[in-house]
Each structure stands twice: as C-alpha cells, then as structure tokens.
C-alpha cells in the first residue's frame, strides 16, 4: 500500500530554516506529481507546492521565493526546502500524491522566537 513518511519538521526562530523531506513507497514514485501541503490551526488545509514527474514546480504566492521543493526519483523521496520562515508560516506540512488522494501523517513546523 502507499506510505508517506515526512521528517524534518521543529521548532525555528523567524527568519531560520527547515527542509523537510517526506519518503514514499508503494508507487512508481517518478510517475507521480507530488505534493507538499499545510494546515495551519483554525484554517482549512492549503497547497503549498507542487512537482511534476516532469520537475516543474508550482508554489503558493505566500511562498514564492522562499521555498523549494525538489525530489529524488532514485531515492523515492520529495523535499521542501523552506527560507526565511514567518510565523504566518507555523502549521502542520503534509506530503501527498494529489491524483491518489492520499496524504501522509504530517509533520509540525513552528516558527516563533
């Protein structure tokens, strides 16, 4: 069956840095656009960026600039690459395949002095 394993999330001062990764098994994970979405408290969950099996990138305007995402099609693994954080940007990251529907545990970036 599909897993999604994100890793990577914490605690950072604004302005700091995380990278997130998230592992997947169970798909042709090169076939698959990959998705990194989050859910802030109170707020309905929101894309945050997308890759294509291609490697063409899609991102939230709140992010532009500031997050990467990459992946690694050897290792079956999608990266998020996030600068500059805000404290706007506290919430809890999901990895996903958005064609499956399926999400995976998420992970708790906090961003807070």
């Known amino acids: 069956q599909v897993q999604l394993v994100e890793s990577g999330g914490g605690l950072v001062q604004p302005g700091g840095s995380l990278k997130l990764s998230c592992a997947a098994s169970?798909?042709?994970?090169?076939?698959?656009?990959m998705g990194w979405y989050r859910q802030a408290p109170g707020k309905q969950r929101e894309l945050v960026a997308l890759?294509?099996?291609?490697?063409?990138?899609t991102y939230v305007k709140s992010v532009k600039g500031r997050f990467t995402i990459s992946r690694d099609n050897a290792k079956d693994t999608v990266y998020l690459q996030m600068n500059s954080l805000k404290p706007e940007d506290t919430a809890v990251y999901y990895c996903?395949?958005?064609?499956?529907?399926?999400w995976g545990q998420g992970t708790q970036v906090t961003v807070s002095s």
């Open positions: 996903a395949v958005p064609s499956l529907r399926f």
């Open positions: 169970g798909i042709i994970f090169s076939n698959y656009t």
């Open positions: 890759i294509t099996s291609g490697g063409s990138t």
